[in-house]
């Protein structure tokens, strides 16, 4: 089976400050790479997705990813967070078994907070 | 307005019941999902529906049940041979992977407490 490792549990930064959540997953072939996110109170929504192609992916709100096939990584960034940002971060990853797409794994969640 | 309700909110139940949560979805897609969420073990998988009438168990199915008689629709039970019940539960839909679209969609989760 896959598995999907998000190494920051919580993450606290202040307003400005630059931010990374790191992901790593364990299957060699063809993956789709997915970030969500859950403010308090709120959905859980996408933040932005990767299937094909740039491997810096752009989401909403500022923040981007980029894909390293060679490290199996897809962590996400944000060059200065706001408050606002504060909410919990899931990466999730599906893979292609030749035409078939597998289910989704999700890891097991950042916790950003962001003080004012 | 598309999107995924699930209800009710917040759920209170006796240990030993039966209890069944509600997952209703009007953005016309074939798949639906039940996933466990836990704090600090991010979202796992109970069961999964890719198509009307048939459904598939994820990673922690035991204690669980689901059916799927209607596309729009994906009940799950948790029985009372699930061990630890109480948890947040979040529904999800996605089309079927076409052209390597395969994102999903989730409710806003149903709070189940069992004492």
């Known amino acids: 089976a896959q598995s999907v490792s998000q190494h920051n549990h919580h993450v606290i930064l202040s307003e400005a400050a630059s931010l990374e959540l790191g992901c790593n997953y364990s299957y060699g072939g063809t993956v789709n790479l997915f970030w969500y996110v859950q403010y308090p109170g709120q959905h859980l929504q996408l933040l932005l997705k990767?299937?094909?192609?740039?491997?810096l992916v752009k989401g909403i709100k500022g923040f981007e990813a980029e894909f390293i096939k060679s490290k199996f990584s897809f962590n996400l960034r944000k060059p200065s967070v706001q408050w606002s940002d504060t909410a919990e971060y899931f990466c999730?990853?599906?893979?292609?078994?030749?035409?078939?797409?597998?289910?989704?794994?999700f890891g097991r969640g950042t916790q950003l907070t962001v003080w004012p | 307005d598309g999107g995924i309700t699930q209800s009710p909110k917040y759920l209170f139940r006796k240990e030993g019941q039966n209890v069944t949560l509600s997952c209703e979805q009007n953005l016309n897609h074939d798949a639906m999902y039940w996933y466990r969420q836990d704090p600090g073990q991010g979202l796992r998988l109970i069961y999964y529906?890719?198509?009307?009438?048939?459904?598939q168990k994820g990673d922690i199915a035991e204690g669980y049940s689901v059916s799927r008689e209607k596309k729009e629709s994906f009940p799950l039970t948790v029985t009372s041979a699930q061990k630890n019940p109480t948890a947040f539960y979040l529904c999800?839909?996605?089309?079927?992977?076409?052209?390597?679209?395969?994102?999903?969609?989730f409710g806003p989760g149903t709070r189940l407490t069992v004492t």
């Open positions: 999800a839909s996605s089309h079927p992977p076409l052209g390597g679209s395969y994102e999903q969609y």
């Open positions: 990767y299937f094909s192609g740039d491997p």
């Open positions: 529906s890719q198509i009307v009438n048939d459904f």
């Open positions: 999730a990853v599906n893979a292609w078994r030749g035409s078939t797409l597998g289910r989704l794994y």
